[in-house]
């Protein structure tokens, strides 16, 4: 075979090649990106407009915005534990711009959000662990779905009807009431407590760490920040004034998913920063007009709005557990090539 | 670039046949190159076709007027253990039951021939010398078995039939063009999912049902770019890439919240 060498046909077929039988896919050439981690490519604009379009609600309802982008991303055919994994950075990028703005604003309660921070890191560490746990039993893909749709219905369906309860009281003439301190609670009869002074409160630390430990395990597996989650939480259980409630959940947000790419990286190598970066670029900036539009908004509205939009998703995931899928096979590759 | 790839076909005839003279004596023999032994696959990339050509060189010892060649290529690429899963309705969802392991099969696999290979050889034939996706062998873990299954083994049908939505299966009857009744050609179809590694590729050629003679040959696919750099990275140093995503993510936010600062 000694006449190969300058039979070679040339290293890179320009458009002309096609003549000669070489088939060149010219609708697919433009505005490809290769995912490296993903293994797939991708529409680079599609990315970005997913990533601005999360952006903006996220800064509008002060989340982190994983629980639609890790969704979205499934969607369109990335595989969910790398959606899950690349997220994560994704959720950390808006975060941190989202906390400098309340930082500046004051609107951060640093005493609470390091007590959170000491449930969130162990949650978080406990949650990539049961992520490798569950992609090595083949059931991952199943229990994200899963977890979506319990947790987004449930979220969804309590915040929906709060506000509208809320937004009929308003409508009544009635005084919207969030039944600040001391109306109840086994929580305030804890040990521990502690003064929270810059949100105004004196609480136990143990309801804080639990919550931020449940807040970085499910962030860990679902690729959620978990502010939607949060957020509520700390205003109706711990009773944290609105005032810091969202600059505080986007510090223990920023912490836990920093901390959660890191070891999702070291464990599993499903981060994709190509996929990653794309997502941030237009997350940030849509988030800055979403905070806008946020503020011009009235509480309950938003909440009803924000109630809608985690439904509607937890439904859709349901939806695709439930109706039967367009093929019963699936092929994953386990190892072995390269 | 048709006149290109023409004047490169001819040129392999030429060498091809004075590479021919000093092999040992045998009816037929086999002379097949592709038109890339190295094939790099950048961001860019979006499926490209190699060329197979090559011509069957006869000697003194072939029957005379000799001339209904068939030809079967098949292309291998990397093997790799895959997974199967079928989903069932459990509970009312549809979740993942059974499913079969495929052992060291090809990632990429692609059968050729210039005419359906019933016509080209019995199916005794077909079978021994794996002619079609349907007698390839494909070993799957059954219980503590190895063994391949009937072509209509619901998972081994579902499983080549995804494998061919991919375009990383392939089967294609009318393929590989005769130039000339012995100067042949054929294109190998790389679709941007390709999987790295080294390709094998067999070329048999066939006469009045029967194998005559067989020939191999090899190309290579490699990533080469950004997109591999960081593949490669994610992989060997996962603490030093996570820190870098990380601090890409805070940077990221960081310049967010100078640019949109209002006051």
Not at chain 1, 88 to 114: E, V
Not at chain 1, 304 to 333: K, M, S, W
Not at chain 2, 106 to 123: G, V
Not at chain 2, 190 to 207: C, N
Request: contains cysteine; charged residues 15%.
């Amino acid at each position: 075979m000694q006449g190969c060498g300058f039979l070679r046909a040339p290293k890179k077929p320009g458009p002309g090649a096609v003549s000669a039988g070489l088939t060149v896919h010219p609708e697919t050439t433009r505005v490809q990106l290769y995912l490296p981690i993903a293994d797939i490519p991708v529409n680079i604009f599609l990315i970005l407009a997913m990533g601005a379009a999360v952006g903006f609600v996220s800064g509008m309802f002060g989340i982190g915005g994983g629980f639609l982008m890790t969704p979205l991303l499934i969607f369109i055919g990335i595989a969910p534990s790398v959606a899950v994994a690349s997220v994560a950075s994704h959720i950390a990028a808006s975060s941190f711009s989202g906390a400098i703005t309340y930082w500046r604003r004051r609107a951060i309660d640093p005493a609470l959000a390091l007590v959170l921070l000491c449930g969130g890191t162990i949650g978080t560490a406990l949650g990539v662990w049961t992520f490798t746990l569950l992609r090595s039993l083949g059931q991952l893909d199943l229990m994200i779905a899963l977890s979506y749709v319990v947790l987004l219905t449930t979220v969804g369906g309590l915040m929906f009807w709060e506000g509208l309860r809320s937004m009929l009281r308003v409508r009544r003439g009635m005084a919207v009431s969030l039944r600040r301190s001391g109306s109840h609670g086994w929580v305030h009869g804890l040990p521990f407590k502690m003064r929270f002074k810059r949100s105004k409160i004196y609480l136990s630390v143990i309801p804080v760490i639990g919550v931020g430990l449940i807040i970085g395990f499910i962030g860990a597996i679902m690729g959620i920040g978990g502010g939607f989650i949060l957020v509520p939480i700390m205003i109706y259980f711990l009773r944290v004034p609105t005032s810091t409630v969202i600059g505080t959940s986007m510090v223990l947000t920023l912490v836990t998913m920093v901390f959660a790419t890191l070891l999702h990286a070291i464990t599993n190598h499903l981060v994709d920063a190509v996929l990653a970066l794309v997502l941030m670029t237009g997350g940030v900036t849509g988030a800055q007009f979403g905070a806008r539009a946020g503020q011009k908004i009235r509480g309950e509205h938003l909440r009803l709005l924000l109630g809608l939009l985690i439904l509607a998703v937890g439904i859709r995931f349901a939806y695709e557990l439930v109706i039967r899928p367009d093929d019963l096979f699936t092929i994953r590759q386990t190892g072995g090539a390269v | 670039m048709s006149g290109r790839v023409l004047c490169a076909v001819f040129a392999a005839m030429i060498a091809l046949g004075a590479a021919g003279i000093a092999q040992p004596a045998r009816a037929e023999r086999l002379i097949v190159s592709v038109s890339n032994h190295r094939v790099t696959v950048t961001p860019a990339y979006s499926g490209e076709e190699l060329v197979l050509f090559g011509s069957v060189e006869k000697d003194a010892s072939t029957p005379p007027g000799r001339n209904n060649y068939d030809l079967v290529v098949t292309v291998i690429g990397p093997r790799a253990d895959m997974v199967t899963r079928r989903k069932e309705r459990k509970f009312g969802i549809w979740i993942n039951t059974d499913y079969r392991e495929f052992i060291q099969v090809p990632t990429y696999l692609a059968l050729f021939s210039n005419r359906p290979f019933d016509a080209i050889a019995s199916p005794d034939v077909e079978r021994r010398q794996q002619l079609g996706l349907n007698n390839v062998l494909l070993t799957q873990r059954v219980g503590t078995d190895y063994a391949d299954v009937v072509p209509n083994d619901a998972f081994r049908s579902a499983f080549v039939r995804l494998r061919r939505e991919q375009g990383l299966y392939r089967e294609e009857t009318s393929a590989v063009t005769f130039l000339t009744p012995t100067l042949f050609r054929t294109g190998i179809p790389l679709p941007a999912a390709v999987p790295i590694g080294t390709y094998k590729v067999e070329i048999k050629l066939f006469a009045d049902g029967a194998l005559i003679t067989r020939t191999d040959t090899a190309f290579d696919i490699v990533k080469v770019g950004f997109e591999q750099f960081v593949a490669t990275a994610a992989r060997q140093d996962g603490l030093v890439y996570g820190l870098f995503t990380a601090f890409m993510a805070l940077m990221a936010g960081w310049m967010a919240s100078v640019v949109f600062r209002k006051d």
